[in-house]
C-alpha cells in the first residue's frame, strides 16, 4: 500500500450510526421492463455480431433512464446504498458477448449514473447521505476448480487474468464516481482474493482509498461457498484484507441465511452485512415471498444484533426495501466484537 492518508469516510460514519439499507435486485426490476433486442443495442451495438438481450449491464448505455429510474425507486423506498448496474462488467463476463472493450465505459458509466441519483436524494436530504456501491461480481469462472470432471487440474481461468479485469472494473468505478466497492456473491474465495489485490493496486495508482465491502454466498445447505468453504473459513481467509464489512447474499433467503450470519455476527471484527433472497425460488425459478414475510424474517436478524448492512437480492423490489427500511429503523447497529449470540 502506498503511504497516502486514509480519512475515515461518510459512509463509515453512518456504520457506527444506525443500521445502513442496501437496495434490492436490479434483474428482477428490469424485468417489469419487458425489453427486446434493441432495448440493449440502440446507440451502442446497433452492428454487434451477437445477441445481447439479457446483458443488462449494457442497459446503463442503452437505456440509462431505466437504470435512473430503478435506481430512484430504491431511494424512495429508503435505501441508504445503491449498488451500481455492474455485476458482469468485467472482460471475463463481457467476452461471452465480444464485448470486452467496452468495459470501462459500462462501469464508469453505471457509476455515473448511480451517484447522480444518489447525489439527488441526499440533497434533498443531507441528514440522510445515500451512497454507490460500485458492485464487482464474482465473473463466470472459478480459479480454484476445474469445469473439466476428467481433469481436475485444469483451470478455466488464472488468478492473474482475475486480476486484471477486476482491476480494470474497479478502476472504472472509482473514476465513476462510487463511495464505495462491492465484491459480491463470492462462490470461490481465490477469485475474492484476486479482486482485492487488484483494488489495492489501483489505490496505490490513484493514491487513493474508498471503503470496501465483501459478501459471499452460500450455494446449498451444506453451509459452504462452491469452493468448499464454510462461513467462519470465508472469514478468516478474507479479514487480513483491509475491509470495511463482510456478509453474504444470494442464494437463501433470510430464514435459511441467519445461522451462517450468526457465524459471522460473533467472530468478525468489521461489520457484518446481508442482502437475501426473497425466500427460495418456486418450481419455475420465480421468487414469491412477499415484502412483509422477509421483513418479519430480517427483524429476527435485527433483534439479535447481528448486522450493520441489510439489503435485498434476487427477487426483492422497492416494496421489499421499503418494509425492511421500516423495520431496520427500529434497531441498532451492530456492535463490533460483541457476541451477538448464545
Sequence with gaps: MGDFLYMETTFEKELNKRILVLDGAMGTMIQRYKLQEFDFREGWFENHDKSLKGNNDLLSLTRPQIIKDIHAAYLEAGADILETNTFSGTWIAQADYNLEKYVYDINYYSAKIA??????????DPYKPRFVAGSMGPTNRTASLSPDVNNPGFRAISYDQLVDAYKEQAKA??????????VETVFDTLNAK????AIQEVFDELNKKIPIMVSGTITDASGRTLSGQTTEAFLVSLEHAPITSIGLNCALGAKQLRPYLQTLSSKANISVSAHPNAGLPNEFGEYDQSPNDMASQIEVFLKEGLLNIIGGCCGTSPDHIKAI???ATKYSPRKQNELAYE
Excluded: R, S
Excluded at 468505478?173 to 462491492?182: P, S
Design 325 to 327: 427500511a421500516e423495520i
Design 194 to 197: 484476486a479482486a482485492l489485490f
Design 173 to 182: 468505478l472509482i473514476d465513476g464516481g462510487v463511495d464505495i466497492l462491492l
Design 115 to 124: 451517484k447522480e441519483v444518489a447525489e439527488e436524494f441526499t440533497k434533498k
